[in-house]
């Protein structure tokens, strides 16, 4: 699948007019026989100084992580990227902002599947932040910078200490992966000015995600379904 861009040049009541970037490869979508396309809306605005430094940091930690010389990686990346998404050709000099954003999320995607280090620094302004906290209780990684050691889970809204601790519906909780030392800072500044000062919030997470994540069995989420169950009679 291709992504075309173009730019609009005309509108007649519902007929538009619209210039496209590569009309060669369209014209070949055509005579295999596809006559229909979705259009989506973006800005044409270029990518911004942060998202070409954290995609070169991005690359550089991949090659690094993977022994390739950077500008070798970057084009294996580039590659990979545009069979992935059907993006066109770009240049990480003046492309697009959103191409700059899909291509940066590739790259966090990929650290993530591959279990490969990479700098946290950035990744708030230029990623996805509740992906961000999705795939770092996944992949047990600290959400605020990334180390993969002494990784706990995080109940943001606090677990009352009156309650009885093993009998936790877990699904009910914003959760987040913090290593020890973030562990500790959320509970000695608080819950507030935590997520004042890093920009995220934890996350419910669904029931096949609990259960892998091993922080409840099946049995136990099927008792509390049925306790629920048994409550609202
Ligand atoms: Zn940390």
Not at 7 to 14: G, N, R
């Amino acid at each position: 699948m291709n992504i075309y861009q173009s730019q609009l040049k005309d509108v007649k009541d519902d007929l538009i007019t619209l210039k496209i970037n590569d009309i060669g490869s369209f014209q070949s979508e055509l005579r295999r026989g596809y006559i229909a396309f979705d259009l989506t809306p973006h800005t044409p605005d270029k990518l911004s100084d942060v998202q070409r430094r954290k995609s070169y940091a991005m690359i550089h930690d991949i090659a690094d992580y993977e022994g390739y010389p950077d500008d070798i990686k970057k084009i294996t990346l580039k590659e990979q990227f545009k069979g992935v998404t059907g993006y066109p050709d770009f240049s990480l000099s003046d492309c697009k902002k959103d191409i700059a954003t899909a291509f940066i999320a590739f790259l966090v995607e990929y650290c993530f599947y591959y279990d490969i280090p990479f700098r946290f620094k950035d990744l708030t302004n230029t990623f996805d932040t509740q992906r961000q906290v999705f795939l770092c209780l996944v992949h047990k990684r600290c959400t605020v910078c990334g180390a993969d050691e002494r990784v706990e889970i995080n109940h943001e809204d606090s677990v009352g200490s009156g309650l009885n601790r093993n009998h936790i519906d877990h699904r009910q909780h914003r959760l987040e992966a913090l290593c020890h030392n973030h562990h500790f800072e959320f509970h000695t500044i608080g819950a507030e000015s935590f997520a004042k000062k890093y920009h995220f919030h934890g996350i419910k997470l669904k029931d096949e995600d609990i259960v892998s994540l091993k922080l409840m069995s099946w049995k136990q989420i099927h008792e509390f379904d049925e306790e629920y169950r048994r409550n609202h009679k």
